[in-house]
Each structure stands twice: as C-alpha cells, then as structure tokens.
C-alpha cells in the first residue's frame, strides 16, 4: 500500500515537471513577420533595369495620395488581418488629410497588390485609384517568447489559468516609403518603431501574443507619424533647390486681382470725360 | 499712396514679394501680415501696372472731384477713410479664405479698386451728381464680376495659369458701397440735393 503511494507521489510529480517543461514548448520562441519594398518593387526574377540619368519628377498640387501596406510574401498566422491594417492606415491619413498640398488620401486594399508585383503593380493600383503619388509601409516584427520562473507553478493546473509563466516581447519597425508614381522615383522615407513586452499566462498566451502584435504596430505607427512630417518638412526644403523635381499647380490654385485692360481703359475715359467737363466749366465760370 | 505701395512692392525681389503675398498656407501657419500685404504685391509688372494706374486715377484731381471721394463726404469723414483702409485688405483677404477654397495662393490689389470705383460710384448715385458715369461705372463693374465668376476674363493683365479672383472684386464693391452709404450719412441726413462739392 505505501508502496503504491510512493508511486503514485513520484507519477504525480513527473507528470508535473513534464507538463511545466511542456509550458516552455508550447509557443514559438520567435516569431517573424515581415514584408520588404525592396522585394516588392524590385522581384528577384525582374530584369535589372540600367542606371538612366535621375528624370524630373512633376508633382502637380495639390496630389492625389495613396496608402498601402507592402504585400507580404509570406501570409502566416502571425500576419495582420486587413481590418486592422486598414484601420492602422485610417489613422495615417486623419494625421496628414489637413496638408494643403494634398487633394486626397485613397487607401489601396491589400487585394490590388500582388506580392512582388513590381512597378507595374503598383502603378495598375495607381491607376485604378487615380494617384500620383503612393506611400508604401514595409514592415519586419519580431516577436519573442520566453517562459519565465513563474511557470514552474503550471504544474499546479490552474497555475496555467492564473499564473503568468510565459512573457512576449514583440519589436516592430515600419518604414514608410513614398514613391512619385510616374517617374518611379523615391521621394521620402521616414521609419518608426516600437517595442511591447508583457506577460501572460499558458492558457491565453496566444491571444495576448497577438493583442502585443497588433499594439506593436499600432504604436509603431504612433512613432511613424511624426518622423514623417519631420521628412515632409525637410523634402519641401529640398525641392526648392532640386532641380530635377518640379512643383506645379491645379487650374485655380493661383488668382490674381485684376482691374483688366477695359476695366483700366473705361476708367481713364470716365477721369478723361470729367477732367474735360470740369476745365469747360472752369471756362465758363471765368 | 496706395499706387506708389503697389509699384513699391513691384520692384521688391521676388523672394521679398513671395513673403508678402497672401498664402493659404502660410497665413494658417500664422503669418497673418500677408492679410494686408497680399492686396500690394502682383504677379509681374504688367498686372502691377494695370492696378497701380488705376489706384493712381482715384489720388489724382481728376477722379476725386467726383462727389463723395476726397473734397466730398468721403474725404470729410477722414477718421472713417482711414478706418476703411486699414480693415478693407483683411477683410477682402478672408473673402478669398471663405469663398476659393480651392486657391492657395493671392496676389493683386484690385479688391481695392473695387471697393474705390464702387464708393465712389455710389456716392455721386447718392448726392445726385454725374448719375449717368456713376451708373455706367456700377453697371459695367457688376457685368465684370458675374462674368468673371463664369470664367470669363477679358483681356486680363494677369500672367498664363493665374485665374482672376472675382470674390475679391465683389467683397471690394460690396465695401466701397457700405462706406459711400456711411460716409453719406450727414448729407442723407441735411436732405441736401444736386451737385456737392468742398
């Protein structure tokens, strides 16, 4: 009998040890998601176009802006679902919508680019969309799981409901690249980056996994949107002195108060016909 | 005064005038003074011209015999004259502000001429002199606008690509009308009739 509960004690307590190393080994220890512009406008399989003299890039204002994730190659689980970058983008545009150089801001689905489409693709989705100019957020998020000392508890069964054994550190960096549709050429860059750590325990580890994923991103883009009205700021400087960029206006933009040559010629003949009223008058009374 | 400003400013460098002239986007940044400055500055010499010349006749003896302007009620209610000119090229500044939101950038001071033809105008249509110019002008002015706001500009001394901005036009008429009828109050008042002049 004692016997038996000397094994039934040293069963109990393996399978604990088994089921806390089991804690460590359920999640990933790394998880990586990202998406390269490089990959993307450039393909490996494209032909490397020659080195051609820089042509003038015509922004014509204000411009048409479009806003798009870069097309990730690889569509794990552990990628965005579109609602969400979608809503990501929303905020990218509310921040920039009030720039008087800018008509609109479209944001471009992911379903209108092709991973490793190309220029072509891009400039199809420009098309469609009507834009002159569209800014590309690439990204590459690598996110860390660990168990920490706590999860020694899990052994307890409902340590793994209570206990935070597992911690997630999740770094984000976004790199927003905006390209003159026409000319192909890169006009600004501005990145922005993020770091989220936390803790969570067994049982619902894969869903604060992914909450630190999407909080990643969302204060990457927080991190994103100042840097790029910083670079804005600097590109409207250079354009002035860069003279293979040039700044045209929409019909409208410039206007001018103008008397006009009639409007000017009537107005000298009324002065004209007075001034002669008055010396015929000045002629009479003397 | 207003003519020699505008043909003042003509000569400036063009950087000096580009901080002069009216800009969306400045003046939202804060750069209030192109408020005033925007109705002195022009796109050329030729557009500085045209409204210098025409600022020019109202200073000259010719125009300002012109019951209502200078030796007339205009010119009697100085403090007001002053008054008017110091809150006209704001306030025809935030007509274009309002009412083109499409423009971005202003130059011109016709607005001033505007409201100069229209007080004037006005005030000889009150006063019972030179009714018949004074109408012509009032009329011919009207007829510019509503064509100018279809899109039809006749011989425009503005350069390629530079619309005319009619609402400075109106908003300027609109304000010489309301100082002609302020400034003629005291002769509304007396009940005098024919031709008046200092």
Known sequence: MRLLKVWSVLLLALASLALAGCAGMLNEHKKQNNASVVDYLYPKDSKVEA?????????????????????????????????????????????????KFIAAIELIPAAYLRPRGGFDNLEQAARMFNLDVVALLSYDQVQFNDANRLSVLYWTIVGAYIINGDEYDTHTLLDASVFDVHSRKLLMRAPGVSQVKGSAAMVNFSEKAREARVQGFSEAIDNLIPNLRTELVKFQERVKQDSTVRVTHAPGYAGGGDLGLIGLALLAAVALVDALRGARRKRRAG | MPAALVLLA?????????????????????????????????????????????????????????????????????????????????????????????????????????????????????????????????????????????????????????????????????????????????????????????
Do not use: C
């Open chain 1, 51 to 99: 080195m051609v003299p820089a042509s003038e890039v015509n922004l014509r204002l204000p411009l048409r802006v479009g806003l798009a994730f870069v097309p990730s190659m690889d569509r794990t689980a552990a990628d965005l679902p579109e609602s969400v970058r979608q809503k990501l983008l929303e905020r990218v545009k509310v921040a920039f919508a009030d720039q």
């Open chain 2, 10 to 198: 003509s000569v400036l460098p063009e950087n000096l005038q580009a901080a002069l002239a009216w800009e969306r986007q400045a003046i939202d940044a804060g750069e209030w003074w192109r408020l005033w400055t925007g109705q002195l500055v022009h796109f050329g010499a030729f557009h500085a011209l045209a409204n210098g010349a025409a600022l020019w006749l109202f200073g000259t003896s010719t125009l300002s015999s012109l019951p209502g302007l200078a030796s007339g009620y205009l010119g009697r209610r100085a403090g007001l004259a002053a008054l008017v000119l110091m809150v006209a090229p704001p306030l025809l500044s935030l007509s274009l502000l309002l009412w083109s939101p499409a423009m971005g950038a202003y130059r011109g001071a016709s607005g001033l001429v505007a409201m100069l033809l229209a007080g004037v105008a006005t005030s000889a249509l009150i006063t019972g002199s030179r009714r018949l110019i004074s109408g012509v002008l009032l009329a011919a002015w009207v007829v510019k606008i509503l064509l100018e706001a279809l899109g039809v500009s006749l011989m425009s001394s503005l350069p390629g690509g530079v619309v005319v901005a009619w609402p400075v036009h109106a908003v300027g008429g609109l304000l010489g009308v309301a100082w002609a009828l302020a400034a003629s109050r005291p002769y509304l008042q007396s009940g005098v009739r024919g031709d008046v002049r200092a």
